[in-house]
Structures are given as structure tokens and as C-alpha cells.
């Protein structure tokens, strides 16, 4: 009677070995794969924002710097979708006239950061010893700094204005894309490929150009996405701050400014302006998202 058992138990364990083993669940997307709405919301956003930089006159016809005196401190409506301000200017035109100004003073902001923050970088990274280490120390103290008292500082230096303030915000940024830009070029000197180019004669700048920097500037471009966001935020405080375009000019952080004196009688000169900067702020951190989980 033991022989039959023994016998039907290999065969159970024959045929559950042989047989396929289930199916594992699918794995459910995740973050902006899932939602790919809030990812186009986010560049339905910044364009708008651009083409507001680029033709304003197409979406505000009117003249942003003149209004009329009958028509002050009206409510949102139809006619005035922000309302008019003191001076009974047209607040929504003074919005899109005022995109040019913020976002020109954004991208001015992450040129300069880009630029000064992946040379220093760069020559840290693939030079090396007492180099890397002087130009790591002067970062060290950079980061050491507040970004908005190193702007003010910058701007006490250069004076008041859009692109002084762009330049000041900038200057705060090159530490962040100095010590990425370092840390991608040391990964990518510690390559296969890397060795082996060395070890066929390749110069050190060649292999500089042709291998190290292009294959470490990805990181570089969605920092630079997010720096884009965080530099629309820090012009705006310091157009708030009194330290960005003087009045009139309908820069967004001072039509903020020019508004608190009035949020509770009109809250509309505050808040839709701030909602506007609030937008397209975090629009232009989700791009940014998207373009680092690309880049990993």
C-alpha cells in the first residue's frame, strides 16, 4: 500500500512543477504616468505663460500702464476678469503685460546659474585635488548663504531693476548646479568607456568633450526646469520686496505689493495676481519632475 501512495504523490509534485506558474498582478502605474492630466495641465499653464511673454497684445489689447478713473476698484466680471486696480486699470492686462517682465527675469536667473554653476562644475569635477577642493569650499560658503540675503546683497551691488534682480537670483543658484554638475562629472570619469577612451591616446580635453559633458548634463537640464519655477518665486518676492521693476511697470511680485494695502476691500489685487504665480510656479516644478524621472 505504500508503493500506490509514494507513487501518487511524485506524480502530484511532477505536475505541479510542470505546471505555469500564475501570472503576477500587472503593477499599477505610478505618480504622473498614471494622472498624465496634471502633466498636461501643467504645460497647458507655462505655455500660456509664454504666450503671454511673447504677444500680450493678443490676449490684453489694452494699454496695462493707463486706466480709468471711474472705473477703480471694480470686481472681477466680464468686462474685468481680475477687476481694475486704483487707477482703474484693467488688472488681468496688467497681468499679461507683466508675464514679459517675470519670466524673462526667470530664464535670465537660470541662464546665469546654469552657466557660472556647470563651468565651476565641470573643471571641479574633472580636475580634481586642490582645484576641487578650492572651488567645493567657495560653493560650501555659497550654500552657507540664505539664496534671498545673497540676492539682496547681489542687488544692493547692482542696483534695483528686473534684470539686476534676475542676475541676483542667478548668482544664488550656481552653487546647486555646481555641486551636481561636479558630482555627474566625477560618476561619468569612473565609466568603462571613459577608461577606455584614456587608454587609446584620447586627449583629456577631447575626452572631455566628445564623452564626460555630454553625458552629464541631463541631471543639469531638469535642475535647470526646476530653477526656472524657483526663480519666477524669488524675482516676485523681490519685486514684492521693492527691489525688482519700479512702478508702474506690471511686474508680478509688485502688483502683489501694490494690492496688500486694499485686501480687505479688494482682495482681487492680491490674490488673482498671487494665483497666477502660485500656477504657474507649480506648473513648471511638475514639468521639471517629469524631466528628472526621464532622465533616471
Not at 497647458?44 to 500702464?65: E, K, R, Y
Not at 471711474?70 to 497681468?95: E, I, M, N, Q, Y
Not at 551636481?180 to 577631447?206: N, P
Amino acid at each position: 500500500m505504500t508503493a500506490p501512495v509514494i507513487a501518487e504523490t511524485a506524480d502530484t509534485v511532477t505536475a505541479t512543477a510542470s505546471a505555469p506558474a500564475p501570472a503576477a498582478p500587472p503593477r499599477r502605474r505610478r505618480g504622473l504616468r498614471r494622472r498624465p492630466w496634471g502633466l498636461y495641465l501643467a504645460v497647458a499653464v507655462v505655455t500660456l505663460a509664454v504666450l503671454w511673454a511673447l504677444i500680450p497684445g493678443l490676449f490684453a489689447p489694452g494699454d496695462p500702464l493707463t486706466g480709468v478713473p471711474a472705473d477703480k476698484l471694480l470686481p472681477p466680471s466680464a468686462a474685468h476678469w481680475f477687476g481694475t486696480d486704483t487707477l482703474g486699470r484693467d488688472l488681468f492686462g496688467r497681468v499679461v503685460h507683466g508675464a514679459v517682465h517675470s519670466l524673462s527675469g526667470a530664464l535670465i536667473a537660470v541662464t546665469v546659474g546654469l552657466a557660472l554653476g556647470t563651468v565651476l562644475g565641470a573643471i571641479a569635477g574633472s580636475v580634481g585635488g586642490i582645484v576641487d577642493d578650492v572651488l567645493m569650499r567657495i560653493v560650501d560658503v555659497l550654500l552657507a548663504i540664505p539664496g534671498l540675503l545673497l540676492s539682496l546683497s547681489v542687488i544692493i551691488l547692482l542696483g534695483f531693476g528686473t534684470v539686476n534682480a534676475a542676475i541676483a537670483v542667478g548668482l544664488g543658484s550656481v552653487a546647486a548646479f555646481a555641486r551636481l554638475m561636479r558630482a555627474e562629472v566625477a560618476r561619468v570619469r569612473r565609466t568603462e568607456y571613459v577608461e577606455a577612451a584614456f587608454g587609446s591616446g584620447a586627449t583629456f580635453f577631447a575626452v572631455l568633450r566628445r564623452h564626460v559633458l555630454p553625458n552629464s548634463l541631463t541631471p543639469i537640464v531638469a535642475l535647470a526646469a526646476l530653477q526656472f519655477g524657483t526663480a519666477i518665486l524669488a524675482i516676485s518676492t523681490l519685486g514684492f520686496l521693492g527691489y525688482g521693476a519700479p512702478p508702474p511697470t506690471p511686474e508680478w511680485g509688485l502688483l502683489i505689493a501694490e494690492g496688500r494695502n486694499y485686501i480687505a476691500t479688494a482682495w482681487w489685487l492680491t490674490a488673482l495676481p498671487g494665483l497666477v504665480v502660485v500656477a504657474v510656479v507649480l506648473s513648471a516644478n511638475r514639468i521639471s519632475h517629469r524631466i528628472g524621472r526621464g532622465a533616471r
